[in-house]
């Protein structure tokens, strides 16, 4: 069956220190990834996404990813994480050929402290 | 602002009654997707349209029905409601449909059912 997994519900970091918020997938056939942020009563904002190529991807506000499909994960960071960071983060993965959908993981809470 | 917008933003509403969520997707955009997120169930893709059409059906209830008009907007009919419909519903739109393009999504409609 396909998944995405989340395995931290939640994620504590101070401010100014490296974040990593882990994501792993089990879909058939070549992955294509994607990672959203929540931020309190808004929707979903794309923040980057995995499809082929270089397996570091970097997308909005300075985060960026690392594809590693021998570990078949897809996990997010960023160099030195900010307050405003602060938020739910969703881990995604495209299944299902040309009439197929995304399939969220659980969201991983990040919660950065000054 | 992703350009998607919902309507409402909030509905209270009694069991078994029916109401209508609506969502204008960006400019130019031709897919809408409908999810539906929830403490216990996490972000759950409901079904997806492409220019008019129904493209792709995820773990959508018989009680609720979906369409796309003409002008690329699109409801989410729920009807026969119970409390356990009660959730965060988002609508999302992207350019095209498969698994290359990101998609935006609105602000949300919180349904709650009483």
């Known amino acids: ?32 990834l994607f990672w959203y942020v929540q931020y309190p009563n808004r929707g979903l904002q794309f923040l980057l996404k995995y499809i082929t190529g ?24 960023k160099p030195s994480a900010l307050v405003s960071d602060s938020a739910l983060y969703f881990c995604a ?13 659980k969201g991983t809470k990040l919660s950065v402290k000054p | ?16 009654q029916r109401v209508t969520l609506r969502c204008s997707p960006r400019s130019g955009d031709l897919s809408v997707y409908w999810y539906q997120q929830s403490l ?14 129904e493209r792709a059906k995820g773990n959508i209830l018989e009680r609720f029905s979906a369409q796309q008009f003409p002008d690329l907007h ?3 009919n729920l009807s026969s409601l119970e409390l ?13 449909s498969g698994r ?9 409609t919180r349904l709650t059912v009483t």
């Open chain 1, 1 to 32: 069956a396909q998944s995405v997994a989340q395995p931290e519900d939640q994620v504590n970091v101070a401010e100014g220190n490296p974040l990593t918020v882990k994501c792993t997938y089990s879909v058939s056939g070549n992955p294509y």
């Open chain 2, 100 to 108: 290359f393009y990101e998609q935006y999504f609105g602000p949300g």
């Open chain 1, 54 to 77: 270089d397996n570091l991807v970097k997308g909005s506000y300075g985060f960026e990813a690392e594809f590693n499909k021998s570990q078949t994960s897809f996990h997010l960071k």
């Open chain 2, 74 to 76: 699109s409801e989410l």
């Open chain 1, 93 to 105: 993965a495209y299944y299902g050929g040309s009439q197929g959908n995304l399939i969220f993981g």
């Open chain 2, 40 to 53: 216990d169930q996490g972000l759950q893709f409901l079904i997806q349209y492409y220019n008019g059409e």
């Open chain 2, 84 to 96: 356990g419909d009660s959730a965060l519903y988002f609508c999302a739109s992207s350019e095209t």
């Open chain 2, 1 to 16: 602002d992703s350009g998607v917008t919902q309507t409402p933003k909030h509905l209270i509403t009694a069991t078994g």
